[in-house]
């Protein structure tokens, strides 16, 4: 189930996607009715013409309600299902998910059900969608930082299928120090490490991720350009960067497409990806996200390959597997040269 060289988009992995940003309209009122939860909205028209956002917070207020509707061990394999249905049709070949287990522990859902519902579906995700997968497990920035400490310890006793930790939610108010001791413990444990910063906050917040919580990836990020030091830094370690260009639009992190500092980061020479964050939530899956960037910015074929082919490098697969899949990336780039 390779792409073929001819396909209009290059093969590439997507490595920042929160499962809970993937639950589309239809299938919340689906959930809803199964599981006899209110949603504030009649109909799923209704919910997604709410899809306009103010920041970032006001994004997390509405994702929070939305996310109600998952409760059982069916409903979180139900949705993992469908997003790999959408992503096969997006030409994603691998790809890293996102869960936040504290969001669903605190409204009583147990946490082997959220596992076992994702990771279930994982399993067979190769053989039914043609996509390798790796689960991160992430953690709220905004809560307190023993409750993550908690989660992950239980995470780690239950043998839970996750390659690494990320941390996610407000940033604002919540730099990454914070979090050292359970990014230490992660990484005790021979867990990967990716965070959120950057996003909506300072450039530093980046520097913290990678120092203090010794992040081997960073989410978003685009506060970098902010500071020339830092970008000869990651340019020069060669830090991935998962960035995620419409959400930074519709969360108003920039004010427009033609104004997101990613040709700069690509300029530097950072290993930078484009990613969809919560496809629905901003009309777009990492397909649609691909042709916005390439119209916005009139990037060439090779440019598309170089994105792509740093969404392999940039994952947490073993270099066989990378290596295999640069091949694919490489032989899209071929034939259209
Ligand atoms: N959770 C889901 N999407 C997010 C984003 N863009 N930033 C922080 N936390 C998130
Ligand atoms: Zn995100």
């Known amino acids: 189930m390779t792409t073929p060289a001819s396909a209009s988009r290059p093969p590439r992995a997507e490595l ?4 809970e940003g993937t639950l589309e309209p239809e299938l919340a009122f689906e959930l809803a009715a199964r599981n006899g939860v209110a949603l504030p909205y009649p109909d799923p028209a209704s919910l997604r013409a709410a899809y306009e956002f103010e920041d970032l917070q006001s994004f997390l207020d509405l994702y929070s309600a939305a996310m109600s509707v998952l409760r059982t061990e069916a409903d979180f394999a139900d ?10 049709r997006a030409g994603v070949r691998h790809a890293e998910i996102s869960f936040d287990p504290q969001a669903h522990l605190v409204r009583g859902v147990p946490l082997e059900d959220v596992v076992n519902g994702i990771a279930g579906v994982l399993e067979r995700s190769e053989a039914e969608h043609g996509i390798t997968t790796l689960l ?9 930082s023993a409750d993550a400490l908690d989660v992950l310890e239980r995470l780690l006793a239950a043998d839970a299928p996750i390659v690494g930790v990320g941390l996610d939610n407000a940033e604002v108010g919540y730099p990454p120090g914070l979090f050292q001791a359970v990014y230490a413990r992660a990484e005790e444990a021979g867990l990967r490490r990716t965070a959120h910063a950057g996003e909506e906050g300072p450039a530093q917040n980046i520097r913290d991720a990678l120092d203090l919580l010794h992040a081997e990836r960073i989410d978003h990020g685009i506060a970098v350009v902010d ?4 970008v000869a830094r990651v340019v020069a370690e060669q830090v991935p960067f998962t960035v995620c260009p419409v959400s930074n639009v519709r969360l108003r992190a920039v004010p427009a497409l033609a104004e997101h500092p990613l040709p700069a980061m690509i300029e530097a020479g950072m290993l930078v990806s484009i990613n969809s964050d919560d496809p629905p939530y901003f009309g777009a899956y990492v397909d649609d ?10 990037l060439t074929r090779e440019q598309r390959a170089a994105l792509a082919a740093a969404s392999f490098s940039g994952s947490f697969l073993p270099p066989d597997r990378v290596a295999a899949y640069l091949a694919e990336v490489e032989s899209w780039r071929v034939a259209g040269a």
């Open 79 to 88: 949705l993992t299902r469908a997003y790999l249905v959408r992503a096969a």
């Open 16 to 19: 920042h996607v929160h499962i």
């Open 227 to 230: 500071d020339p030091e830092l």
């Open 289 to 298: 996200v691909d042709d916005a960037v390439t119209a916005a910015f009139d």
């Open 136 to 144: 991160i497990a992430a953690f709220h920035r905004d809560r307190d």
